[in-house]
């Protein structure tokens, strides 16, 4: 078996952070007011049929609010529960949050960096909302040309650049996939997008959806070797949780067999399954998703937390004496 961070089976991103940083960074998430372009008619309107971002996102973030007073509240909210964070990681999470003129993102960023306890930034966007120009930008400012005298100590050690990450929502790797959902772009633009920011230095990951409408849990395996394909350093993947008012909502109404459902121990052993077809290098940020049991018709797993599902993760690969990557060849 492959040496993992913090003896685990799976790279996990928690323990990432902490050998490449020397401590824990916790994500404030930022509601900085952008929208997507799926939502007003550039690529298409409504939005993804999965989408209501309040499920998504915690009260202390609200658009409109100042960025630094969200970063303020944002952690006395996680000192409650993380209470040996001292660094943290201001993350544009609501919506496309490269969707507006560099100008703009530019002031943005700033803002969130100027905050003395902020060491960097996490950019969750899509992959047809970025372009060369923006993307170098933020190659400047993670190697510290765009940002002289900005200056961190983290770990002991000093930083003169801050950390800065690109998330991008690819969800599904199938075209079919992506159109019945109305994302607005194809997988091959998530390629581009990716390959582009890995070019220029920039640590890139990914988030997909598993379960979405269609696709069997064959065709999710079958991901895998696209996933691995593409020069990511870090995968986010939750299952699908129905959330009312959507119009996957009345999908699901109509059509349940379309969906691939999951019950707990079913989703645990089907991601140890993923998990072994994944390469080893990959970073898991995060493998289930947590929505607030008032977004939601039913919640079929009970109300278990993260912790629960990382420990229930931890005890099936060690209970098939398997790891990330064991079934690709060497």
Not at 74 to 103: D, K, M, P
Not at 264 to 286: C, S
Request: charged content about 25%; glycine content about 10%.
């Amino acid at each position: 078996m492959l040496d993992f961070p913090e003896g685990k089976r799976y790279n996990s991103f928690v323990g990432y952070f902490r050998k490449t940083y020397g401590e824990r960074l916790q994500k404030i998430v930022i509601d900085a007011g952008f929208t997507c372009p799926n939502r007003d008619g550039t690529a298409g309107r409504g939005g993804c049929t999965y989408c209501d971002n309040a499920a998504f996102h915690p009260a202390y973030s609200s658009a409109g609010k100042p960025i630094r007073d969200q970063i303020d509240e944002g952690i006395e909210f996680h000192r409650v529960r993380y209470r040996r964070a001292s660094h943290y990681l201001a993350y544009f999470q609501s919506f496309s949050n490269t969707y507006a003129s560099l100008e703009r993102l530019q002031s943005l960023y700033m803002e969130a960096l100027s905050h003395p306890l902020t060491v960097g930034i996490v950019i969750g966007t899509r992959p047809d909302c970025v372009d060369g120009r923006k993307l170098d930008w933020l190659a400047s400012l993670a190697c510290g040309t765009a940002l002289p005298g900005w200056s961190r100590t983290v770990g002991g050690k000093e930083r003169k650049a801050p950390i800065v990450i690109i998330e991008y929502g690819i969800e599904s790797c199938y075209d079919r996939t992506l159109e019945r959902i109305n994302r607005g772009h194809d997988f091959e633009c998530a390629r581009r997008a990716v390959e582009m920011t890995a070019e220029r230095g920039i640590d890139t990951g990914a988030h997909f959806i598993l379960g979405l409408p269609g696709e069997t849990r064959e065709m999710m395996l079958e991901e895998t070797s696209l996933i691995n394909a593409l020069p990511l350093r870090s995968v986010k993947f939750h299952q699908l949780q129905i959330v009312r008012g959507t119009r996957m909502e009345k999908e699901y109404a109509a059509c349940p067999e379309d969906f691939a459902k999951f019950t707990l121990d079913g989703y645990i052993g089907f991601f140890t399954d993923m998990l072994e077809r994944l390469r080893p290098d990959l970073y898991i940020e995060r493998f289930a998703g947590e929505v607030p049991p008032r977004f939601v018709n039913e919640t079929p797993w009970g109300l278990i937390r993260n912790a629960g599902l990382l420990r229930l993760l931890d005890e099936s690969l060690e209970e098939r004496d398997t790891w990330q990557g064991r079934l690709l060849k060497p």
